[in-house]
């Protein structure tokens, strides 16, 4: 009855952002497809092209999505990596957070043996087991993922970030690269970077988020996070976002706010908080740029705790 489905979305858990752990996971529940929605994706074989698969007790749904589809969102719980190797024309895959800390082995393993034309991949962080951080980087370097062009991940720990370095000239066709990190970090782990990285990566953004960390000092938002800008290959457009407000000004004032409200380093008056995209680019090409566009669509990302506006800042190059 549905013969243009192309696009399918099922959870269990009842919530809006599926990259947000909010729920316990049931071992039980793993085993406990729901025969209905099998035969819904069984009869959608002809166009189904899309799949979210976004909690652990329906990633076995898997068996019944076909072999063509092309964009999967999938929760990384055990046995999924085996169902994931008869997908072969998958051309976007992203593993939400749930449950994904208790899996990386088989995450890794599953990118390590990949086959099939990957173009974009997104991978959640390992807050709960950041010891196996290098372990999956490692994996994305192991030679199957040539084809990958998008790459969105967290990285939390310095030997994830020196693992990431090492993989990234196995990436020959990435062209862009979206990094989390949680800061401070030691400025030559960033700077050495894209020292492997290939000509084709023109794209990259490095998150920092207030989430993950307390934020900056003055001195860093000042000077470190401009001077990472500056030194990044001229190949690559490099823009670094993170959170304003500095750490030993708590209340927001001192020399981080001028005497009029507006912000000393941004030059802009913002709301009480608010975060800064660092580039090379003029302000005037904002609207054309792609790296702005997407730091844009995370900032009007609605699960907010505070009214934040997003200032970009020019730092010129050397």
Known sequence: ALPKLRSIDVSFFDHEYPD????????SQACQEPSCLGALLLGAH???????????????????????LQSLTVSAAPGMAAKLRRLGELQELKFVGVYCHANIAEMADALRTWSGP???????????????????????GAGAL???????LRVLEESGLRALAAALPALPSLASLTLTVAPPRKPDVLRDLFAGAGPSLCESLLLFEDLLSPGFTTSELRSDLP???????????????????????????????????????????????????????????????????????????????TDTSIHYVCVGKT
Request: charged content about 20%.
């Open 227 to 305: 001077n990472l800008v500056r030194r990044a290959p001229t190949s690559v457009s490099l823009h670094v976002h993170a959170d304003a407000h500095p750490l030993e000004q708590p209340d927001g004032l001192g020399e981080f706010a001028r005497a009029d409200g507006f912000c000393s380093i941004c030059d802009a008056k913002p709301h009480s908080e608010h975060s800064i995209v660092f580039g090379i680019h003029a302000a005037d090409e904002q609207e054309s740029c792609p790296v702005c566009a997407a730091v844009r669509v995370r900032g009007s990302f609605p699960f907010q705790w």
């Open 146 to 152: 040539r084809s990958l062009t998008h790459l969105n």
């Open 46 to 68: 002809g166009e189904l092209r899309c799949a979210q698969l976004t909690s652990p007790a329906v990633m076995p749904l898997l068996d019944s999505c076909p072999a063509g």
């Open 118 to 140: 990957l173009l974009k991949l997104t991978l959640p962080s390992c807050l709960a087991c950041r010891e196996e951080e290098a372990t999956l980087m490692r994996a994305l």
């Open 20 to 27: 947000i752990w909010v729920a316990p996971y049931d071992d």
